[in-house]
């Protein structure tokens, strides 16, 4: 029995490839992301001889892979990497949108990592080394920016890593999701701030309406962000460049083992 397991990263195009490219593959059963959690029990009735599992991880990266790895050690990991200040730049955004109300600097801290997002998550050949002491084959690593400029090229590698076929007609190009511009995604930082001042995001969180309220909040000042003025947020940048500069630089010797393990171990394929 064969199975491949896309991990993610998320915020690598995973939404995309879950929806319009995964499920296209032919010669395989795909298990739908939304079945994840029931994967391990779906593959041990054995009903099929091959099998593609998708879920794209961040901070659950190390304890997923651990357990799905303790019941099938032979899958096939599949990972898709995006330099770090891109990644996280559009991690920030989804934080964001989702009605978080803070700052970039408050997000992530590359100096005394007291941010909210840890650092160390953005060691990718960590994640890398993680998969080949898990799992009994080597992973297929992939750039979301070869999803981006060469998809054709991209699929290819999928195709052939996992023996599978699949007709590049029936594969829309289409993103799954909308992109929210900059103004916009100001905005509802400017009100969430000023939500979380009166309710804490922990008590907002703690129940289904309050989350249900953020989303409503957050989705209505997308939606109708016109109505309001744009001197709301006048001054206002969303990400500063020097951050994402600072992020680029600390992490540049990491990135470029990831480049270059992904040059020895990647498959090439013939261009048609």
């Known amino acids: ?26 010669g395989i059963h795909y298990i739908h992301h939304t079945n994840y959690k029931k994967s391990l ?26 357990k799905f790895s303790a019941a099938y050690p032979n899958t096939y990991p599949i990972m898709v990497l995006r330099r770090q200040d891109s990644w996280i730049a559009s991690q920030y955004r989804r934080f964001t949108k989702n009605g978080r109300g803070i700052y970039f600097n408050e997000f992530v801290d ?6 909210r997002w840890d650092i ?15 799992f009994n084959n080597k992973p297929l690593v992939l750039l979301y920016d070869e999803l981006r400029n060469d998809p054709e090229t991209f ?24 992109s929210y511009n900059t ?14 001042k009166k309710v804490s995001e922990e008590r907002m969180d703690r129940t289904k309406t309050g989350r249900r309220l953020r989303k ?9 962000h016109w109505l309001l003025p744009k001197s709301m947020v006048d001054g206002e940048v969303l990400i500063d460049k020097k951050d994402l500069d600072a992020i680029r630089d600390y992490f540049t010797e990491d990135w470029q083992k990831c480049l270059d393990y992904i040059e020895s171990n990647t498959p090439k394929i013939e261009q048609s």
């Open 110 to 115: 590359i100096k005394n990592n007291k941010g």
């Open 216 to 224: 409503i909040a957050t989705h209505i000042i997308m939606y109708f």
């Open 155 to 178: 699929f290819k590698k999928i195709a052939a890593y996992t023996d599978t076929t699949y007709n590049p007609d029936d594969i829309s190009l289409a993103p799954k999701h909308k």
């Open 1 to 26: 029995m064969d199975i491949f397991f896309h991990v993610g990263l998320g915020k690598t195009g995973s939404t995309y490839l879950q929806h319009k490219f995964f499920p296209k593959l032919k």
């Open 120 to 134: 160390a998550e953005m060691n990718f050949y960590e994640k890398i080394e993680q998969l080949e002491s898990h």
């Open 41 to 66: 029990d779906i593959i041990s009735h054995r009903k099929h001889d091959r099998y593609f599992v998708s879920r794209e991880f961040d901070r659950q990266f190390l304890q997923e892979i651990k």
């Open 183 to 196: 103004t916009q995604l100001l905005l509802v930082r400017k009100v969430s701030r000023k939500m979380l």
